[in-house]
């Protein structure tokens, strides 16, 4: 198989974890023998400081001409303070989320059964766990309209949804749960807002088409609660964008920590591949970072873009193995890890090699 | 002290468990020799199906009236499966929020020593964590015009917030870090939306003023997560309507049950006090309602709104010498409780009152 993969390392220990998400494909590729080749890119706070803008339309054309893409982290502490600043480096993700129609975010909370104490729950309420997140990625409050008065005594931003939107990731995520035991939990706020009344009449129209599954509406205040209280209750979870947002750094508390878990973005076209983790600028460049996350990325790479199911097989059981030996980065050890087994981003990268 | 009651059982379990708050009101009144005289309103579904109105005038007008409302749940599934429903249950609590100006909702997340194993997250990683909520109440995505198109293939919901609305929430969250260890953390997604920019600019220029008050800014996907892994980073918390309604039901969990948050919502006028647990319509009726946080609800009313610390003190301790006793209801149960210390509502009602 040939493909072009663009490696968009972004930002903070972006770079760090995108490296070894690419030696991983390059790995695959020599051994099932496929010609994977690479080109790279800049976006975010990176792109701004070479070029003012945190999504080049070099990068945009090199994305849109690839076949996958493996993307780090975004952001910088600097915007964060400045509330103020009219360019951001989140700009550049949400713009190529929106110019690529990646309107489908799937966020799969995989919990190794090693990592069972890693996570501040309980270990019985843990295992067993197996959620699939599908969170809208481009609609919502993130991209309505926004509005700054100009003495500054009032902002707003504009939350929104078209049936149609609500419809297409409903679709995925019932197809998903056919395949999986046929549960689907629909995350709304439909008892105050409108939005979420028009997304659960979709769901319910949609729900009897696919009547074979069956499907749970929960307000947001529940789920966030159920999620910690009771996970292995989820199954297909299907929410909006900011909603899904939220339950879903939350959900990674359940796989031991955000450096675990692996997104994959579809929709339109080009799909695109990265951790939920944030670009951790304080551990940046200090070798680390958690590269799992990234690694796993190229992993539902290899399965959801290019239908590659043994491959990606081969990088989680890898991961799996990798754990089981002991192998830890700081994120994921425990008080009862020893200090030998702890490892750096790179040496974690080198062991699931092997 | 002379004070009129006002009780809003509300919907399902609201019943119940006011019942058990307003006695501990009389017993407290009794012992240290206060006048309190009590009324009741209706609310929510039970208004509906008496007037058709959530909210009727007399209600609001008892609530005006009164020195401190307790009140007990609200909704109902029926119109949760409905969402073309043009009148709700929830909007006469919406509306009652608005009419009184309770613009600051206080969320205290206590934590008995006794319920440590109650929660799905580790003893360890609970014991010692002691987190105030200051949720705004009346603003936000919650408030804003509503929209949907003729053809419903369209739905909105402005979310907005006015700078003054941002400054007089910050200010109490402020005050009470400075009663307690200094720390506030304000919670928004300041990356993305300008109504968190705003949000941020004005928590900024306040903790200048407070600047003995160490102040941090957190994402609310961050913070969600963070909840779960070290919930004991936080103290003050400060953060908008919809983010607020989220991170506290999930930290609930904390305390071991939904069953066991009190909360207190000032402002304006009339203090407002309640559980933030729902109205729970599948236990309703049975007694199997846990009325704890309806009792600490009436603590919060004699601490909040009557200045009365001792009254108060003594009502949570009623309820702390309850729980070492051993006494449960279910939803604070655990494996190991041992049958007959699993007591119905009336019945741990009545352990409290002894
Ligand atoms: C960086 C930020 C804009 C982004 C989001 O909110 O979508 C991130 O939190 C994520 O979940 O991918
Ligand atoms: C019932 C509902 C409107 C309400 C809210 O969202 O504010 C509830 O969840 C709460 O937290 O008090």
Known sequence: MKKNILIIPG????????????????????????????????????????????????????????????FGAIGHAKYDNDPSAKVRPEQGLLKIRKELGLYANLRPILLFDELLDASSLKPEVLKGTDILF??????????????????????????????????????????????????????DKANVLETSRLWREVVQELAKEYSDVETEHMFIDNAAMQLVKNPKKFDVVLTANLFGDILTDEASQIAGSMGMLASASVGDGTGFFEPIHGSAHDIAGQNKANPLASILSAALMLDIAFGLQEEAKEVTNAVAATLKAGWRTGDIANAETAADKILGTKEMGAKVLE
């Open 11 to 70: 930002d903070g220990i972006g770079q760090e974890v995108t490296t070894w998400g690419k030696e991983v494909l390059n790995t695959i590729a020599q051994k099932y023998n496929h010609e994977f080749t690479f080109d790279e890119a800049i976006m975010g706070h990176t792109a701004i400081e070479a070029t003012g803008n945190p999504l080049p339309d070099e990068t945009l054309e090199k994305a849109k001409a690839s076949d996958a893409i493996l």
């Open 134 to 187: 599908f969170r809208e990625l481009t609609g919502d409050v993130y991209f309505g309209e926004k509005n700054r008065n100009e003495d500054n005594t009032f902002a707003s931003d504009l939350m929104n949804y078209h049936r149609y939107e609500v419809e297409r990731i409903a679709r995925k995520a019932f197809e998903a749960a056919r395949t999986r035991s046929k549960k689907l939990c629909s995350v």
